[in-house]
């Protein structure tokens, strides 16, 4: 029976769903959920990241070193993740401090044409005996041809396997496939696929991924994430055992792992909404979709025709200050009409 | 004067990005002459642009001035922050004046249309970063304005095109020197940097946005304020445009300014290139005026002439 790596980005894209306003008391109880139910690896902190805590992005209501040591003192079997994004997370300030807390997993991203800017935070992760990833987001914006060359580079930095995000949720089954495989093909290291559901493709793309070759899959509970959410993990646990791979989860256990997001987590259970819709469509980071409503809603302007305009400047990850100037240019084109 | 003046005696180290399109500034200016390109490679664009250019360049790094230290009187390090600390020390001991582009945060920080004078007394000048240029003049005027400042963020966003490999290789050490010029020049308690690099094509211009934490803020106040500043900077960086003047948005002050750049190595979309580079210049021409000043019955011109 052929493996699957999950990780469990609940405590972290989660954050996004709930402007980055996790409690202690949330990571603690989802963390030993995760571990009774044999989560592999867990993920925490600020849902773009160690460090990404900002007016920019939304500021954490608990400090990543806080976030850490609470989540590191509920897991004993399942390893502690982190995320960081280079331009927002440094060696000194970030990633030292969470290695001293003791995470086990350490993932390094960048936008997908832009791997050259994880050299240094791969290496620093590898060299202190981490077990290190390479993750490119919004891969929509990539031919296979330039992922794999830039998958490629994160390899030959100490990445020990590489995760495509589909961070706008803008792909369909079709294109997961493709992008895996033309990957797995390519590169002697593990592939993975990071699903929103945006258009509904979060669990169709995950499958589509593991029958392309990719053996590590993101999911969160209750699909707990960015936007229209993530794949819902309870539902990735039961497909892919179903399919016959084997994620070493109790299925069980993660469904009440799920039970105990839904509880103490989940404030509304993400759901595809019209703007989640857009933003798929228009290509646009899956967490732009609350400072979207909320900018949208004070210039009085449809959230809608800020999605697309993001989308037509080709806005990466990161950007959300650009929100701001679209709403101001189309209130002020509302007004001259 | 007796002898004509040919300018201050400048020589660029680092042949990237950020040293070719300085050198075309630099051959500009009425008050440098820039008499050394130093690299690695001869073969590298920049070099090959500078020898299009008529310049003397070498490819012996930091020994060229080593070998020939009469060459200069005026460095300007345009390499990667690691081999500025490894330069600043031999470069002092040649009693060079040294400007540095790298984000090494060596020298005493210096933003033109705040401090020029006053970093004429250090003979080694950091100039911060390009996202620092573009912010850190705004975070000086919302301090002036507010006298509690409690938070300033920067976000600069630039074209995947115009960050070569120390820039990106760069990215800790220009969120650290950018971090610490905000809260020196703002006075701000904590300060956060944030740099993207964006890959679309055709290539969009470099964008910062500065939003600051104030108690109370004072937003027509700070308008005027911050007009007064941008046409201070555009004497030097005549791209530099106020895209969204300041104002208060979810309890935040939001100013966001554009930065394109005079396209004389890389397009016009790398104002980034351009905002270090002319602060540079201007920071270069005030070191060549004072001098002049200081020498103006003396000898000088004929000094450097020799």
């Not at chain 1, 997961?176 to 797995?184: C, F, G, T």
């Amino acid at each position: 029976m052929s493996k699957i790596l999950i990780n469990d980005a609940t405590l972290r894209d989660g954050s996004h769903a709930v402007a980055h306003r996790l409690t202690a008391v949330q990571i603690a109880a989802y963390a030993a959920a995760a571990e009774v139910a044999g989560v592999p690896t867990v993920e925490v902190g600020h849902g773009n990241g160690l460090g990404a805590s900002s007016l920019q992005l939304g500021e954490s209501l608990v400090p990543d070193v806080e976030m850490l040591k609470i989540a590191r003192s509920h897991l004993v079997n399942s390893r502690l993740g982190i995320l960081v994004i280079p331009g927002f997370a440094t060696i000194n300030k970030d990633l030292s401090m969470a290695i001293e807390i003791g995470v086990d997993v350490v993932r390094v991203a960048s936008h997908c044409t832009e791997a050259d800017i994880t050299e240094r935070h791969i290496s620093y992760a590898r060299e202190r005996g981490k077990e290190v990833y390479g993750v490119l987001m919004m891969s929509h914006m990539a031919s296979k041809e330039v992922l794999i060359g830039e998958c490629r580079k994160m390899e030959f930095y100490g990445a020990e396997g590489v995760i495509l995000m589909d961070s706008a949720g803008v792909y369909l089954p079709k294109e997961v496939s493709e992008k895996i495989s033309a990957l797995v093909n390519n590169l002697t290291i593990p592939v993975g696929f990071h699903a929103h559901n945006n258009l509904g493709m979060g669990i169709a793309n995950s499958v589509a991924a593991a029958d392309a070759g990719a053996s590590i899959l993101d999911g969160s509970a209750r699909g707990f994430g960015a936007g229209a959410g993530n794949a819902q993990l309870e539902v990735l646990v039961a497909v892919l055992e179903k399919m016959g791979y084997s994620t070493g989860i109790d299925l069980y256990k993660i469904l009440d792992a799920g039970d105990v997001a839904e509880k103490e987590l989940v404030e509304v259970i993400p759901s595809i909404k019209s703007t989640s819709i857009v933003s798929g469509l228009a290509g646009v980071f899956s967490g732009f979709a609350k400072p979207v409503d909320r900018i949208a809603k004070e210039y009085n302007v449809d959230s809608r025709d800020v999605f697309f305009e993001l989308g037509r400047r080709k806005v990466v990850a990161g950007q959300e200050d650009l929100i701001i100037e679209v709403a101001m240019d189309l209130a002020h084109s509302q007004e001259s009409k | 004067m007796g002898d004509k003046f040919k300018g201050l005696k400048v020589a660029i180290l680092g042949s990237g990005n950020v040293g070719t399109d300085l050198l075309i500034k630099a051959l500009r200016s009425p008050f440098l002459d820039c008499t050394l390109f130093i690299g690695r490679n001869l073969s590298s664009r920049g070099m090959t642009k500078a020898v299009s250019l008529g310049v003397k360049v070498s490819d012996l790094s930091i020994d060229a001035i080593i070998k020939d230290s009469d060459c200069c009187d005026l460095v300007f390090d345009a390499t990667s922050a690691l081999s500025h600390k490894q330069h600043a020390p031999i470069l002092e001991e040649l009693d060079k004046y040294v400007i540095d582009l790298t984000p090494a945060n060596m020298g005493n920080m210096c933003i033109p249309a705040v401090n020029l004078q006053d970093c004429l007394s250090h003979k080694n000048t950091d100039m911060i970063t390009c996202g620092g240029q573009a912010s850190i003049p705004l975070a000086h005027v919302i301090g002036q304005v507010h006298d509690d400042v409690d938070y300033i963020e920067v976000v600069s966003t630039i074209a995947s095109r115009s960050a070569g490999p120390a820039t990106r290789a760069n990215l800790d050490e220009y969120i650290e020197t950018t971090e610490k010029g905000l809260k020196m020049f703002s006075g701000c308690k904590r300060a956060k940097a944030i740099l993207n690099l964006n890959p679309a094509q055709p290539c969009i211009d470099m964008q910062t946005t500065v939003f600051a934490k104030v108690e109370k803020p004072e937003i027509e106040r700070l308008k005027l304020a911050i007009d007064d500043m941008v046409r201070k900077i555009q004497v030097y960086v005549p791209g530099y445009q106020l895209i969204v003047p300041p104002t208060v948005e979810n309890n935040r002050i939001v100013v966001m300014v554009k930065v394109r750049g005079l396209g004389d190595y890389l397009p016009s979309y790398a104002g980034n290139l351009d905002i270090i580079n002319c602060a540079a210049v201007a920071m270069a021409e005030e070191y060549a005026k004072s001098l002049i000043r200081e020498e103006e019955s003396g000898d000088y011109v004929k000094n450097f002439n020799k």
